[in-house]
Nanobody, 125 residues
Framework: QVQLVESGGGLVQAGGSLRLSCAAS????????MGWFRQAPGKSRAFVAA????????RYADSVKGRFTISRDNAKNMVHLQMNSLKPEDTAVYYC??????????????????WGQGTQVTVSS
């Protein structure tokens, strides 16, 4: 069982930056691939970024490529999402998720096994 807790959300102006963090419980954090998803009001949950268990592989949604960076610190059981050049359309609840397949960088939410409670990101124009 893995418990995930996101933090770092908030209100920011367009063009600004935020860094989201996700703290994971457990002693085998490096065995899990990690992903970030987001859900805007009235929309389905969408893939943002993913990293494999070692951090050697990453994947990004086209909409955030070049602006967002996913990283992880396995010694601290943390995964981060650095978000730069934020746009109003980035407004959403952001969730981190864990995938028991450490090699994976899946973009399909159904493949993830554990989810955090989410953190709100609001980008004003």
């Amino acid at each position: 069982q893995v418990q995930l807790v996101e933090s770092g959300g908030g209100l920011v102006q367009a063009g600004g930056s935020l860094r989201l963090s996700c703290a994971a419980s457990g002693r085998t954090f490096g065995n899990y691939a990690m992903g970030w998803f987001r859900q805007a009001p009235g929309k389905s949950r969408a893939f943002v970024a993913a990293t494999s268990g070692s951090g050697s592989s990453t994947r990004y949604a086209d909409s955030v490529k070049g602006r967002f960076t996913i990283s992880r610190d396995n010694a601290k059981n943390m995964v981060h999402l650095q978000m730069n050049s934020l746009k109003p359309e980035d407004t959403a609840v952001y969730y981190c998720a864990a995938d028991r397949r450490s090699y994976s960088v899946a973009y399909t939410s159904e493949l993830y096994d554990y989810w955090g409670q989410g953190t709100q990101v609001t980008v004003s124009s």
